[in-house]
């Protein structure tokens, strides 16, 4: 029979496009992906990719729009890992400015107090030549005069350098401040308490720059203690 056709068995049904199922087929694997999930970010841009392999044609609205939605999960996953990337390396390298910032100041400091430091015993000699020299010809006063200029001249650059002196006698012992070379009884101090300055002491800036040498107080010391027995001993001989 002409009309028959002897491979109409073969022939697909109306409406059944082999396409159209394969795409039917990708969007439902990829409905199983959470767009709100940034783990699912990778899962997300692949089956983004499944769709995009496809022409435009073949896509319907709702495939197109869930491709869409899928696309822009991943990039705000993205958009997330990138954010929290950069706020960590701000706060690293704003940690870091601040360490460097604060060695660099301790390193000045360091410098300027051991620079001050090899200065010092100048100044103490200064200072010596003040206390001892007493000139008394008319030449030897203008020699004093003219060296106690550069003495005082001295002495203006360590203040304005942030440099003062300690006043320390009369004051309690603070081994902090003072560095005690001599101890020794006195009866006019109780102990521990400074009654001579050696060698004058400086802060820079509020952190000590030298110690000062001193001489401690020990007290009244042993004569009290030693007029009690006399005077016991007295009584015994009284009775």
Known sequence: MSGDNPQGSDTPFEGDDPSAAGAEARSEAAAGVTANDPASSEAAAAAAAGFGGQEGASLSEGERLQLLELKL??????????????????????????????????????????????????????????????????????????????????????????????????????????????????QNHPEDVVIEELQRGYHLNGRVLRHALVKVSMGPGPAGSAAAPAAGSSEEQGG
């Open 73 to 186: 999960a991943a990039l705000q996953s993205e958009n997330e890992s990138l954010r929290g990337q950069y706020m960590r390396i701000a706060a690293d390298f704003d940690n870091f400015r601040k360490r460097q910032s604060r060695d660099q100041d301790d390193l000045r400091l360091q410098i300027t107090c051991s620079t001050l430091g090899e200065i010092l015993p100048v100044v103490d000699n200064f200072e010596r030549a003040r206390q001892q020299l007493k000139p008394e010809h008319e030449e030897a006063q203008t020699l004093h005069g003219s060296y106690q200029g550069l003495y005082r001249q001295l002495v203006d650059v360590f203040k304005q350098l942030g440099v003062s002196s300690m006043r320390v006698e009369g004051e309690p012992f603070d081994p902090n401040l003072h560095e005690a070379v001599l101890r020794e009884p006195s």
